[in-house]
């Protein structure tokens, strides 16, 4: 617990409440008065209320189209089956104003659906909901397919032999040893679309704001860090108590699993019925998730004098027209990598550790530590940003010039993912075999190499490729501490969009596609990497 406790105060507490104390402050005195007057606002209620129904909505719908993909993932086997989980992955490395310019294409002005039926959902809460299927797909069918592939389907066969039907023995037995990982993806796809930013900000227009381009708004446009400050307080409040129901729901849920190597449960899709669910599920990724990175990648070779590399190749100078970066917006590709591998590495050291510690029984202390861990999540990364920039300036901290402030920004984001990915796992591992491990004389270090590795190790693999894709994707804090001669691919990309002039728009565009094809290669890799012989990782 000490490492995760110490990591967690020094670069998540202290900069939120720092920020908090400024906005609640007035010549040393708190200010408690101003939460009143601040929630009190027609305004600010119309946004907590979109903030909440909006996250709700898009969870729900999500899991709805996310669940078959978690079982054909699962229990199927079919040719391109890693290059199609590879692929599905892409959009948590993506910007989100590059998504939003995207879905834009697709469904504004102009967008495919315009063109075909005169049809246009931008500024409308579908497209909103869309784009938020659009990133958290992934996060339902690698959460809940990770353990799903890795359950006895003998035990429903079982309950099958006696007497159950196919959907009763599945509503028995297969959905309530689901049931803390499919909570656990609820929870992402519920703090993701709770804070959204970008999705909203480009898609919603006026008429819509979330609490996170709230935040936004009121400190960098409008400079009222008070009112900033007590939203930041509400979206932390709500998400702790989400955080606690939920903990304690999975609590009341838990039991041991029968773990099996996913190489014994996925099979040949054999009948019309299997036939069609992978049907459908390809389909769903062709539109939901290829037809806007297609989008993006017509865009980045659709230059002013026809098809080419012309947007290319304006990436490899730094003094182009138009150009705002200080180095060769090229260079953003690797500056991302490096920072993305050491923020993987942390988070984790960092959240293995959190999860290991959490399977213990260790008292409430523990279990509360627990929601904490995913509050990072639910925090605008606007304040996390602006609170490292005016507290990490003094010795023995002083690390706003240095490389490593943009890991550690990063590696926040990702150690939630490590932990909730994890923690199903090991907490499905018996402990009776821990204890006769211990008993047959092993130390725990032992124990825990012998037992819980060779069980976790794939569990460990898909975390770290959680936290290497979305620290390529990490936006919110990054845009304020990464120095201009050392961009991250998304904060090279928003620079260029945030700037007029075809060319810029279509370097955005170049740069989007080749973080693309960055996350698809690293994750293809990935998922070819062999921990024994079933061939999963």
């Not at 996310?66 to 391109?80: E, H, I, N, T």
């Not at 370097?507 to 999963?536: K, N």
Request: positive net charge; charged residues 15%; contains cysteine.
């Amino acid at each position: 617990m000490a490492v995760p406790v110490a990591f967690f105060a020094v670069f998540f507490a202290y900069p939120v409440s720092a920020i908090v104390g400024r906005g609640l402050k007035a010549d040393g005195v708190w200010q408690f008065g101003r939460i009143g007057e601040v929630l009190s606002r027609p305004d600010i209620l119309d946004v907590l209320w979109f903030t909440t129904w909006q996250a709700l909505a898009s969870t729900a719908l999500t899991l709805l189209v996310a669940l078959p993909g978690a079982y054909v993932f699962a229990r199927f086997d079919f040719p391109g089956k890693q290059v199609l989980r590879a692929v599905v992955t892409v959009p948590f490395v993506l910007p989100t104003v590059v998504v939003g310019t995207a879905f834009l294409a697709l469904l504004g002005r102009g967008g495919l659906l315009d063109e075909l039926w005169g049809l246009r959902l931008d500024t409308t809460v579908w497209a909103i909901l869309l784009a938020h299927v659009f990133f958290n797909y992934a996060v339902v069918v690698r959460t809940v397919g990770g353990l799903w592939s890795q359950l006895d389907p003998r035990q429903e066969e079982a309950a099958r032999v006696l007497g159950a039907g196919r959907f009763a023995a599945w509503r028995r037995v297969t959905l309530p040893a689901l049931g803390p990982a499919v909570a656990a993806a609820a929870l992402m796809v519920f703090l993701f679309t709770f804070t959204s930013f970008g999705v909203v900000q480009i898609l919603g227009g006026p008429a819509y704001s979330t609490l996170e381009v709230e935040v936004y708004r009121q400190t960098a446009q409008l400079l009222d860090l008070p009112t900033a400050a007590v939203l930041t307080m509400v979206q932390f409040v709500a998400v702790g108590g989400i955080l606690a129901v939920h903990a304690v729901t999975v609590r009341r849920r838990e039991r041991a699993l029968k773990l099996v190597d996913p190489a014994q449960t996925s099979r040949r899709p054999h009948g019309a019925g299997q036939w069609a669910l992978l049907g459908g599920v390809l389909l769903t990724a062709l539109l939901l998730i290829l037809l806007p990175l297609g989008v993006l990648v017509e865009r980045s070779f659709d230059g002013p004098q026809g098809y080419g590399l012309g947007y290319y190749e304006a990436l490899q100078t730094a003094d182009g027209s138009g150009s705002t970066f200080l180095v060769p917006p090229l260079e953003a590709v690797g500056n991302s990598l490096r920072y993305a591998f050491v923020a993987t590495f942390i988070a984790l050291v960092v959240g293995g550790l959190a999860a290991a510690a959490l399977t213990r029984r260790a008292g409430r202390l523990v279990r509360g530590f627990d929601a904490l861990l995913m509050l990072p999540l639910g925090v605008s990364a606007v304040t996390v940003g602006f609170g490292f920039l005016i507290t990490l300036d003094q010795p023995p901290l002083d690390l706003r010039t240095s490389w490593i402030l943009v890991p550690l920004a990063q590696a926040l984001v990702g150690v939630p993912f490590v932990v909730r990915t994890m923690l199903p796992v090991l907490r499905a591992v018996d402990d009776r075999l821990r204890e006769a491990a211990a008993v047959l004389g092993a130390s725990p270090l032992r124990a825990w190499r012998e037992v819980d590795l060779p069980l976790v190790r794939r569990a460990v693999l898909v975390a770290a490729g959680f936290a290497f894709a979305v620290s390529l994707g990490e936006f919110g804090a990054t845009v304020f501490i990464a120095r201009p001669d050392n961009p991250t691919l998304p904060v090279a990309v928003a620079r260029l969009l945030g700037r007029s002039g075809e060319l810029n728009y279509g370097q955005a565009m170049a740069l989007s596609t080749i973080l693309m094809l960055v996350c698809a290669v690293s994750l293809l890799l990935l998922e070819r990497i062999r921990t024994d012989r079933s061939g999963e990782f």
